[in-house]
């Protein structure tokens, strides 16, 4: 047997679809390399992609395996219960997860060779090398999230988190995250630095980014003339780093690749809604703003008003993915308010799911006014769509602030959600401040694309990456 034939990747996300999806990417991209991959989801998760299987087809060395995430099946497992999730996967699908890779690295026809396991499962990593099997680490937050979390401890350590406590000026430089002197206030921290510091679930933040640097390797979804600034300071931390973003463009210039076809686009939890194309196809060209707020966002009924008169007052057609489930409802009620749907019906056009990439990449699309979750953050860039960003968890404060202020091919909105500030702030992507930001976007956009095509920095990385993973069978 070729050296081909005997690498064999098991992939493994952390169960949430920010997550899931760019690694369905990777699984493309190493199949089409003519690995062996296998796809690893929570019994949950694999349940609502069930029409995954089929595409295994299409895809001969793929195939798909599920695991319990230890949650009740009536579990919401939303943003709000995140902490349940987090604490289920870490006990009970541990153990299980110990058992499956013992068995598929010894006992199945290609053993599994080399474990690609999500940044906040450090479990894997560690059980992966308990056994034996080579362990990388894929990181699907951003990479500038990446350095201020791994600078957390010593911000505990000067005593300077939590941040937004009573009286605290949330625009004071952030000193202690080096590189970033200059850019970062404390309200761009990542949302868990506004928890005390001995809740739980910061706690297992803090601890995961201490671990992470055991990884054998470090795979990014970004490219390198993106990240210079923070990969002159990660870089030393890890032993070996694979910048191979962003994966959509890779995608694109690996596979002759429909990307209405592709395994990543079959990654959604719910149907996309592909009415609002033909609605797009009647607006004019760059007029419309495209909301959305990633898969777990959520708001309250009083900010879905705000985000709504601003959006009518603002003049601009507008494509908004409004979830049922991502509206904090009175005493449990999360529909979607009825005259929400009427009054949008004469400048706008809501849908539950949309076919995302497909939107930006429409010629009617002239602004995307985001939560900045990595994915979308990258797919506003690959579409060269400026954004107007209201971030809500995770690493989402720091990338908009990256957006707006390094990149410069947005404007951050963070921490302020009335009518009148979301009005002028659209008003400002879509006119007065629209040549700067699309001048800026316009040459990030083509960094992009160049570093994906053949030639560039990611296109080269991932040769690497598949390159190491065979010749360490
Ligand atoms: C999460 C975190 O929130 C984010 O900060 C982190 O960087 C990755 O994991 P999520 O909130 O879902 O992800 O946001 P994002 O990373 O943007 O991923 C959402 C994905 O859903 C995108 O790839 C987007 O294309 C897709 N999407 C979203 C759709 O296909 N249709 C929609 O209507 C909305």
Not at 172 to 193: A, F, H, K, W, Y
Not at 393 to 414: C, F, P, T, Y
Request: glycine residues 6%; proline residues 5%; contains cysteine.
């Amino acid at each position: 047997m070729d050296q081909q034939q005997q690498a064999h990747i098991l992939l493994f996300p952390f169960p949430a679809l920010g997550h899931i999806k760019p690694l369905l990417s990777l699984a493309e991209l190493l199949c089409h390399a003519g690995l062996h991959v296998t796809f690893l989801n929570t019994d949950h998760n694999h349940r609502c992609l069930t029409h995954l299987q089929p595409l295994s087809t299409h895809f001969p060395t793929l195939r798909f395996e599920s695991i319990s995430d230890g949650l009740p099946t009536d579990h919401p497992r939303n943003v709000q219960l995140v902490g349940d999730l987090i604490f289920s996967v870490k006990s009970v699908t541990k153990p299980r997860f110990r058992d499956l890779l013992a068995d598929l690295s010894t006992k199945s026809e290609h053993p599994v060779t080399c474990v690609i396991a999500d940044g906040i499962m450090s479990f894997a990593i560690d059980i992966a090398k308990e056994l034996g099997v080579r362990a990388m680490t894929f990181w699907a937050f951003s990479p500038c999230g990446l350095w201020s979390f791994l600078c957390m401890p010593k911000l505990i350590e000067e005593g300077q988190l939590p941040v937004g406590g009573e009286g605290d000026d949330m625009d004071q430089m952030v000193r202690s995250v080096p590189g970033m002197e200059s850019i970062l206030r404390r309200r761009d921290l990542p949302d868990i630095c506004r928890q005390q510091v001995d809740d739980p679930l910061f706690q297992f933040f803090v601890e995961e980014f201490k671990a992470i640097t055991r990884t054998s390797a470090l795979i990014l979804n970004s490219f390198d003339q993106l990240e210079a600034l923070t990969l002159s300071h990660i870089d030393p931390l890890f032993s070996r780093i694979y910048t191979i973003g962003p994966l959509t463009a890779l995608l694109t210039s690996r596979i002759a690749h429909d990307v209405s076809r592709s395994l990543s686009s079959f990654n959604n939890l719910c149907e996309a809604d592909r009415s609002c194309m033909t609605w797009l196809d009647s607006q004019p060209l760059r007029s419309v703003v495209y909301v959305s707020f990633g898969s777990t966002g959520m708001m309250t009924r009083g900010q879905l008003f705000e985000f709504w008169h601003g959006l009518i007052n603002s003049g601009k057609p507008f494509l908004w993915v409004v979830r049922q489930d991502g509206i904090a409802g009175v005493e449990g009620e999360h529909a979607i308010p009825e005259e929400l749907h009427e009054g949008t019906k004469d400048r706008g056009f809501l849908v539950d799911w949309a076919p995302q990439e497909e939107v930006l990449a429409h010629q009617a699309v002239g602004g995307f006014l985001t939560h900045n979750g990595w994915n979308s953050t990258l797919e506003g860039i690959v579409a060269g769509v400026p954004m107007l960003c209201w971030p809500t968890i995770a690493d989402q404060h720091i990338n908009s602030r990256w957006v707006s202020e390094v990149w410069r091919i947005g404007l951050d909105m963070k921490d302020t959600c009335d009518r009148s500030t979301i009005e002028m702030m659209i008003r400002a992507m879509m006119e007065e401040r629209r040549e700067e930001i699309t001048k800026s976007m316009d040459r990030i956009a083509k960094l992009a694309y160049d570093s994906a095509n053949q030639g560039g920095s990611s296109y080269h990385n991932l040769d690497k990456l598949i390159e190491d993973i065979k010749k360490k069978v």
